[in-house]
């Protein structure tokens, strides 16, 4: 069975030595966030994690979702721990204190966030729906409706929904047939089908709030005639106590490849009675809303699930013996060495945890542009971290959770046939792992908004927020010896990055085909180039502290970033150059090809 | 009532703790810390009391160096009201007969009707503390807890013993020590994390209770336990049998 231990040495190394969390208690609304807060918070949520959430994912795996007379039953304990997340006040950190919350600044959210998909990746989807829903209703909504729905969506009484997709139409949205009908008395009636609805039937909360998009009568067609309605499940008295139940229910329940214990589920609206959330043929920019957080949420799932599988597989290799070191036996007292011995699985191991670590670096540095942008008192600053953050949300999305796919499937491979077998878990991680590079916009989807939106927006005035640090970074160290050997490679990949966004801007505009066939591979040399960035930083974090003696280092723990760095820089970082090979081949003849001969 | 619950800041029982190289010590650089276990216990009984309504106060108190207050501020995320840190040096080493000296000195100002405390900190397991308190307030112990309960001015406590169960009678004021199995420590709110935060917290020094900290033991050598060498399969039971007589020598 795995076992996960939060990474809270290397959080703290990520939030207090490489970013400036030490600061966050300067920006108005965080003021209380010393680090003797934080600290304590992230032990007591690693508690949470590791002792309440993490022994119910195997199980929750097996036994999966039921639904029986349209009532879905989570797998057993969820209730329970549930019940316990609400009580400890863990579905709020992220609302806002005025509702209830915990207003817990977005990168200390977003360790917290990783450790629960470490720990249990379907149980997070249910508190995680409610707080997307919490964020389009609490920026759209009326005051009534705020006031009648949050404060029970904070506590975690009553979860939320987003209902977007139908059957056919999931990246598409313009496509979608969900009526609603005026009364007349100010309420709709909602009728359609949703399907693929996370969280939307389940026995957790007495009440499910489900935002959901469906077209007024005479609504223009495509997305600019799609409008945010909230349709609950109980309908809700004046009083607050709950009434008649609304015309929605679930059909049935997705059987799939893995977040079993995540109801994914078909509702259908029935005339349901439902209130317009913002203004008619708007609900896609409130949708965006929500959709941008919860693009970086996805993020850690990836990361998340990275972690865990880079815990169990480097145990697993510490205790498994096969064969002998190349280098001559290590063990001798055992018939033959822990596998950790082979150059190999090193280097199997290595690569998990430089993405791992590289990707942990790249979602706290969205975390803290995200507390910039949402609290600093300088507009001019909010706009730069607001232009930081959108360019980065596709790269965070997208490349994480392909990372930490990548890493999840070589946690099989470091178990070798013990991997492909159920009861150890490595299965479960890839299996759960891989819908976050399918949801809330696939990555094909996230690498054409990278191009073909956050490229070009503001005439590329989201790009300098990524490129000017960098070039600045670059520049600043290149006469820094110790720093040599990432500042090189650093300016190399840089270089491949700026040249291919510059071939795809000029070819992108004549044909645009030719910027949808780089996209993937643009995103992810995009990503790469990111991570190197934050590698370097980490790495000379890492140098200073070793270089300050003392037993700053007595547990190794820069030694080995610094290695880390390296091992990311000599075996990963390359890729960038391939990359740039095919992003320059272009598209042509990917497009010539003609449809009947696929 | 009053309760005093001490607490101490030591090395978290999942860290594998080494020996220093040259044998003076743990190594303690970069090491996780938390609140002694049994001391988590003793802070979340007194809690319960609190909320039971049997207690009016509980006050929380730690000696050791200024990182303590971590512990004590976990203690007030459990429930604790106030906390009193009697800061010592970094280096200093402190033996429980300086801490019990000192929480005298405190139980002389605050005058709890109960101190609960853990029977034993997970570092040195000197199991000491307590009873020296007892000796030097002249008050009744009950040590090892695994139940309290209530009644008037009147303790009963039951302790876990060699062979089974023994249930004492204390008449307040009272030293009781903690044993596992007396509860289960809740997890802190993060709402009680953020209020503990604000939570009153003086800071002390040994001099001012009149506490000299100076140590009375010597340590000569710390050392990690031997490592188990690997099994050997025998045989048969006769080569069973003579192995234990001339290789282990044990029969
Ligand atoms: C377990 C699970 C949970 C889900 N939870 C929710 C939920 O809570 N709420 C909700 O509303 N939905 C939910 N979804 C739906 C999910 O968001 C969609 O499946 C996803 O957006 C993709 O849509 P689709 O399945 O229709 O695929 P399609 O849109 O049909 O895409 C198929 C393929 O075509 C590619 N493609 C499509 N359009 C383009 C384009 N313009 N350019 C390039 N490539 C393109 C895609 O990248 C993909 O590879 C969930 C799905 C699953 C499986």
Known sequence: MPTYKAPLRDMRFVLYELMNSEKLPELPGYEEFTRDLVDPILEEAAKMCEEVLQPLNRSGDEEGCRLENGVVYTPKGFKEAYKQYCDGGWNSIACDPELGGQGMPKIVCTVIEEMMCSANLSFGLYPGLTYGAYVALKGFGTDHQKATYLPNMVTGKWSGTMCLTEPHCGTDLGMLRTSAKPQGDGSYQITGTKIFISAGEHDLTENIIHLVLARLPGAPSGTKGISLFLVPKFLVKDDGSLGARNGVSCGSIEHKMGIKASATCVMNFDNATGWLVGSANKGMQAMFTMMNAERISVGMQGLGIGEVAYQNATAYAKDRIQGRSLSGVKDPAKPADPIIVHPDVRRMLLTQRAYVEGCRALAAWAGEMLDISGHHPDPKTRQEADDFVALVTPIVKALITDLGYEAANIGIQVYGGHGYIREWGMEQFVRDCRIAQIYEGTNGVQALDLVGRKMPANFGRNLRQFFHPVADYIEGHQHNEQMVEFIGPLAKSFGRLQQATGAIAQRGMARPDEAGAAATEYLRLFGLTALAYLWARMAEVALAKIAAGGDADSDGFYKHKVLTARFYYERILPETSSLLSKIMAGGKTMMAFEEAAF | ?251
């Open chain 2, 1 to 251: 009532m009053k309760i005093l619950v001490p607490v101490k800041r030591v090395v978290d029982a999942y860290v594998k703790i080494r020996v220093k190289p040259d044998g003076s010590g743990l190594e303690l650089a970069n090491v996780k810390m938390s609140i002694n276990p049994f001391d988590e216990i003793a802070i979340e009984e007194a809690v319960r009391l609190k909320e039971k309504g049997l207690a009016t106060e509980v006050v929380v108190v730690s000696v050791g160096p200024a990182k303590s207050q971590e512990a004590l501020r976990s203690a007030m995320a459990i429930g604790g009201d106030r906390g009193i840190l009697v800061e010592t040096a970094e280096t200093d080493v402190i033996e429980p007969l300086a801490v019990a000296k000192i929480l005298k000195a405190i139980a002389d100002i605050e005058k709890p009707a109960l101190v609960l405390m853990g029977k034993q900190a997970i570092d040195d397991d000197c199991n000491q503390t307590g009873q020296m308190l007892a000796a030097l307030l002249g008050w009744p112990q009950g040590t090892f807890a695994s139940k309290i309960a209530i009644d008037g001015g009147v303790i009963h406590v039951t302790r876990e013993v060699d062979g089974g169960l023994e249930t004492v009678k204390l008449k307040t004021p009272a030293i009781v020590t903690t044993d596992l199995r007396l509860n289960e420590p809740r997890y802190p709110t993060l709402p009680n994390i953020m209020k503990a935060k604000k939570k009153p917290l003086e800071i002390k020094t040994a001099a001012d209770y009149g506490v000299n900290l100076a140590p009375r033991l010597k340590v000569l050598k710390t050392t990690e336990p031997p490592v188990r060498k690997a099994g050997i399969k025998v045989g048969s039971v006769a080569e069973l049998v003579a192995k234990l007589k001339t290789d282990a020598g044990v029969l």
